[in-house]
């Protein structure tokens, strides 16, 4: 449905927020830290303001300059990037995306490796979103001191949520395998294998 990256989409929302130029925009994604959740560069930036504006959803509306630095153009929403910007954040809140994270492509093919090696490589990623997750506990605090409305945070509670699951996954994914809950060594022939089983212990089942 979307025509927009993640980029131009927050870069609407601080339109939304009143006209700034680009570099303005930058500093405050930021301070805001929101390269949490999209990849932000001045460059990239830049073009998709631009994007925008060609597109229709925001527009100059004037342009200054300091000393000796290059001019600044500042920008505005206009009201057709307001519906879109309104439209594909209902969309993207209601619809969710087939995102292929790397993760579970690797969780897909951990039978390759050696069974220390997948407790030491879960084990490694459980303290790594530990200390992410701490980070993310400084975050709110942050914020909830400033007492802002929880609506502006609620991607960082998000995220939080997030962060516990996975460790809470990751570790209980761990001790089974330690356990042995988690046989290791080739797939369960199952049910239906022939009795002088010849498969190839190394191999998935084709049916998965």
Do not use: C
């Amino acid at each position: 449905m979307s025509e927009l990256t993640p980029l131009a989409y927050a870069a609407l929302g601080l339109l939304n927020e009143g006209p700034t130029h680009p570099y303005e925009m930058f500093q405050t994604m930021v301070h805001r830290r929101d390269a949490r959740n999209v990849k932000v560069r001045p460059g990239t930036l830049y073009h998709q303001v631009g994007r925008l504006v060609e597109l229709g959803h925001a527009q100059a509306v004037g342009t200054e300059r300091e000393g000796n630095r290059p001019e600044r153009t500042t920008y505005a929403i206009t009201d057709q990037g307001r519906t879109v910007l309104h439209d594909g954040l209902l969309h993207l809140l209601a619809e969710p995306a087939d995102e292929y994270p790397v993760f579970h492509l690797a969780v897909a093919e951990i039978e390759n490796i050696a069974r220390d090696e997948a407790v030491s490589a879960l084990s490694a990623r459980a303290s790594a979103l530990e200390r992410k997750q701490a980070e993310t506990d400084e975050i709110l605090d942050v914020v909830r001191a400033k007492d802002l409305p929880e609506r502006y945070w609620l991607d960082v509670s998000y995220v939080r949520a997030m962060l516990a699951a996975q460790i809470e996954w990751l570790h209980a994914t761990v001790a089974r395998i330690e356990r042995g809950d988690v046989p290791w060594g080739g797939p369960d022939p199952g049910p239906h294998a022939p009795a002088d089983n010849t498969m190839n212990s190394n191999s998935k089942d084709t049916t998965r």
